[in-house]
């Protein structure tokens, strides 16, 4: 199993309209909750490649997230 860069995986798909420091914050979140979401994944028994699926299905539209007012939050849908 290889550790993913899930903030460079936000940051790649994630346009924000913020300061830097406060982008910095919203994508680490956003990674750390992608990261739970695939270890869970795993911790499930499903393969590394669905885990990675079913990871970054949780975070649904990027522009939807972006568009938020509040700190994006995905939405963990545990659909197993």
């Known amino acids: 199993m290889h ?6 995986y936000v940051r790649e798909r ?8 406060r982008e910095t914050e919203i994508v ?3 990674a750390l909750q992608l990261s739970q979401a695939y270890s869970e994944f ?9 885990a990675l699926r079913r990871a970054e299905a ?8 972006a568009g938020e007012s509040t700190p994006p ?3 963990l849908y545990r659909s197993r």
């Open 42 to 50: 795993l911790n499930s028994g499903v393969s590394e490649a669905e």
């Open 28 to 30: 680490h979140e956003l």
């Open 58 to 65: 949780q975070a649904g539209e990027w522009d939807v997230l």
């Open 14 to 21: 994630l346009r924000l309209n913020v300061r830097p420091e």
């Open 3 to 8: 550790e993913r860069d899930w903030d460079g």
């Open 73 to 75: 939050r995905i939405a």
